[in-house]
T-cell receptor, first 115, second 113 residues
Framework: DTGVSQDPRHKITKRGQNVTFRCDPI?????LYWYRQTLGQGPEFLTY????????KSRLLSDRFSAERPKGSFSTLEIQRTEQGDSAMYLC?????????????FGPGTRLTVL | AQSVTQPDIHITVSEGASLELRCNYS??????LFWYVQSPGQGLQLLLK??????LVQGIKGFEAEFKRSQSSFNLRKPSVHWSDAAEYFC???????????FGAGTRLFVKA
């Protein structure tokens, strides 16, 4: 299967700890996105990479959040000093750069629980 | 600002009955519209998309959606629902810049025997 993969699928941590999530996009996709989804809501855009460049960050992405995409391949999302409000599903998606819109392919997500 | 409204938080239909999930969007230009489905433990899967052209679009799993510009709607339909269709459905709009997709809050579909 050559879809988007995310690791880990589940993460339980204590408040104040740092966590890091990894996303491996579809290999030929040069765009990569991170979303956050809380219970009963649709995914909310967090940030976006084109190749290795981070081109857009949502206001939702506080200073405790940082995302990287070294070499334009996989990406990591780190949350420092986690808070209970960070508990959510973190989704990664990738797409080809296209003038026909933005069809994104999603990974299964990483579910974060902050105790 | 772009937004998507899905008025129904949840819908219950009988297996074999028809289905319509409502979606209204707010977008200044010609929107790129999507419907995704999310099953428990699964990632979001694209059902169908509208960029331009024919306003009735066909998707996977027997779903279709109709774009109505005058009503700012993009409702999802299926003529006969199967138990395996029980899931959460998200309508979304993408901007022409091609990076940001705005999702609705979702409609959870329950299918009863």
């Amino acid at each position: 299967d050559t879809g988007v993969s995310q690791d880990p699928r589940h993460k339980i941590t204590k408040r104040g700890q740092n966590v890091t999530f990894r996303c491996d996009p579809i290999s030929e996709h040069n765009r990569l996105y991170w979303y956050r989804q809380t219970l009963g809501q649709g995914p909310e855009f967090l940030t976006y990479f084109q190749n290795e460049a981070q081109l857009e960050k949502s206001r939702l992405l506080s200073d405790r959040f940082s995302a990287e995409r070294p070499k334009g391949s996989f990406s990591t999302l780190e949350i420092q000093r986690t808070e209970q409000g960070d508990s959510a599903m973190y989704l990664c998606a990738s797409s080809l750069e296209s003038g026909r819109g933005n069809e994104q392919f999603f990974g299964p997500g990483t579910r974060l629980t902050v105790l | 600002a772009q937004s998507v409204t899905q008025p129904d938080i949840h819908i219950t239909v009988s297996e074999g009955a028809s289905l319509e999930l409502r979606c209204n969007y707010s977008y200044g230009a010609t929107p790129y519209l999507f419907w995704y489905v999310q099953s428990p433990g699964q990632g979001l899967q694209l059902l169908l998309k509208y960029f331009s052209g024919d306003t009735l679009v066909q998707g996977i799993k027997g779903f279709e959606a109709e774009f109505k510009r005058s009503q700012s709607s993009f409702n999802l339909r299926k003529p006969s629902v199967h138990w395996s269709d029980a899931a959460e459905y998200f309508c979304a709009v993408g901007d022409t810049g091609g990076f940001k997709t705005i999702f609705g809050a979702g409609t959870r579909l329950f299918v009863k025997a």
